[in-house]
């Protein structure tokens, strides 16, 4: 159960192709922005779809197939966690986002 402590599961789209760059020690780091939609009735009965918007992030073997691979509209389910970090902008401000680091990738497009 110790496994269960963060870990994030989502299926959904890209929202853009994925953004790559290569550490000076040669790993790789791939970010995109997933797309994921809930869908509920509201007070009148009819379906509202609501949909978040996920900032994932991939290294190494993971960023190459992500590289390789996918594109803005793949269909993907991701394994991963949750990370908080936050920076300094340029006027001093603190900012805090959220990410999630994808272990595992399956891609879910039919082939052509």
């Given amino acids: 159960m110790s496994t269960l402590r963060n870990s994030v599961q989502l299926i959904g789209r890209l929202g853009a192709d994925p953004k ?4 000076e020690n040669g790993n ?4 995109f922005s997933m797309a994921t ?3 509920y009735k509201d007070k009148n ?6 949909t978040q ?3 994932i992030v991939a290294f190494g073997k993971t960023a190459t197939i992500v ?11 991701l394994r991963g966690k949750l990370t908080h970090n936050s ?8 900012k805090y986002f959220t990410e999630v680091v994808a ?3 399956l891609m879910l497009d039919k082939k052509n």
């Fill in 28 to 31: 790789t780091k791939a970010t």
């Fill in 37 to 39: 939609a809930d869908y």
């Fill in 103 to 105: 272990g595992e990738i």
């Fill in 67 to 77: 590289t390789d691979f996918l594109h803005k509209g793949s269909e993907i389910a």
């Fill in 87 to 94: 920076y300094e902008d340029k006027e001093g401000n603190k």
């Fill in 45 to 50: 009965g009819e379906r509202v779809e609501e």
């Fill in 20 to 23: 790559t760059f290569t550490f």
């Fill in 53 to 55: 918007w996920h900032n």
